[in-house]
């Protein structure tokens, strides 16, 4: 995969010279291009924004220097353009798990208020072109969110992490557990500071250990993720998951009503 990055801030990249994301690089599984903006400007100032149109506080940057410079990075080549903006759709698994699939992404980090809005009308007739938010927060820039980005859709490239099976039971990720987050992990020592691993986890009954799993994510979907906790669908859940979720107060749609 090919992931062209065009920022005022390049230095802000260098995380992805390390680990699983520096590793899938050397292999040349992923072809990271970070490019500086300014060097697409033509005055000694080097100058990429300017005031908004229909005033207000903050600067927008220009449109002819991103034209000039996605020009130049694109060629003749149609990449998925990401736009990193608190505004866009909301980043997600599934999101990142499209991405993963495309050959080619180009990422262009807005500072300040934005990017000229032009600019993506202009390009997106010719590419497809999504805004996106990692959250409903505000960064100082759009550099922190691709890093976000990257990593999420890096680490679900073939070959990328150690063990195929890590991403298939994320929490988010498509299959059984699906909606719900995941539970606590353990490892050796048995004990630590008088604190145990829980018995079921040694006892090597597998379907013990994949019941007291579900049990576990279900109980921090409740109490960390409310929200998601009512999104499940009743249909997915069985006899035990309704009365572990009883016992949490929580309210489901009765069996009779599912589906
Ligand atoms: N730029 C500033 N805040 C952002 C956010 N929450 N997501 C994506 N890009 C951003």
């Given at each position: 995969m090919?992931l062209?990055?065009?920022?005022?801030f390049?230095?802000y990249?260098t995380?992805l010279?390390v680990s699983?994301?520096?590793?899938?690089?050397?292999?040349?599984?992923l072809?990271?291009?970070v490019?500086?903006?300014?060097?697409?400007?033509h005055d000694?100032?080097?100058?990429?924004?300017?005031?908004?149109?229909?005033g207000?506080?903050?600067?927008v940057?220009?449109?002819?220097?991103?034209?000039?410079?996605?020009?130049?990075?694109?060629g003749?080549?149609?990449?998925?353009?990401i736009?990193?903006?608190p505004?866009g759709r909301p980043?997600?698994q599934?999101?990142a798990q499209?991405?993963?699939e495309?050959?080619?992404?180009?990422f262009?980090?807005?500072r300040?208020?934005?990017?000229?809005a032009?600019?993506?009308?202009?390009?997106?007739?010719?590419?497809?072109v999504?805004?996106?938010?990692i959250?409903?927060?505000?960064?100082?820039?759009?550099?922190?969110a691709?890093?976000v980005?990257?990593?999420?859709?890096?680490?679900?490239?073939?070959?990328?992490l150690?063990n195929?099976?890590?991403?298939?039971?994320?929490?988010?990720?498509?299959?059984s557990?699906?909606?719900?987050?995941?539970?606590?992990?353990?490892?050796?020592?048995?004990v630590?500071r008088?604190?145990?691993?829980?018995a079921?986890l040694?006892?090597?009954?597998h379907?013990k250990?994949?019941?007291?799993?579900?049990?576990?994510?279900?109980?921090?979907?409740?109490?960390?993720?409310?929200?998601?906790?009512a999104?499940l669908?009743p249909?997915?859940?069985?006899?035990?998951?309704?009365?572990?979720?009883?016992?949490?107060?929580f309210?489901?749609?009765?069996?009779?009503?599912a589906?």
């Amino acid at each position: 995969m090919r992931l062209d990055i065009i920022s005022i801030f390049p230095e802000y990249f260098t995380p992805l010279d390390v680990s699983l994301i520096g590793k899938a690089r050397e292999r040349g599984t992923l072809d990271v291009r970070v490019h500086q903006l300014r060097d697409w400007t033509h005055d000694v100032h080097k100058t990429v924004d300017d005031t908004p149109y229909g005033g207000g506080p903050g600067m927008v940057m220009k449109p002819e220097v991103w034209g000039e410079a996605i020009d130049a990075v694109i060629g003749d080549g149609t990449p998925r353009m990401i736009v990193p903006t608190p505004s866009g759709r909301p980043f997600t698994q599934e999101l990142a798990q499209e991405l993963a699939e495309e050959p080619w992404l180009l990422f262009a980090c807005g500072r300040y208020e934005g990017i000229d809005a032009r600019v993506m009308a202009e390009y997106a007739t010719r590419l497809r072109v999504d805004e996106v938010s990692i959250g409903d927060y505000v960064l100082a820039g759009g550099e922190v969110a691709v890093l976000v980005m990257v990593e999420a859709i890096g680490r679900l490239l073939p070959g990328v992490l150690g063990n195929a099976q890590s991403a298939v039971d994320d929490s988010f990720a498509p299959g059984s557990m699906r909606n719900l987050v995941e539970g606590p992990v353990y490892t050796k020592p048995p004990v630590w500071r008088g604190h145990e691993v829980p018995a079921v986890l040694m006892s090597g009954h597998h379907g013990k250990v994949a019941r007291w799993r579900r049990d576990e994510a279900l109980r921090r979907t409740v109490q960390n993720r409310p929200e998601l906790a009512a999104a499940l669908d009743p249909g997915t859940l069985d006899k035990h998951d309704r009365k572990l979720l009883e016992e949490l107060s929580f309210r489901v749609e009765p069996e009779d009503m599912a589906n």
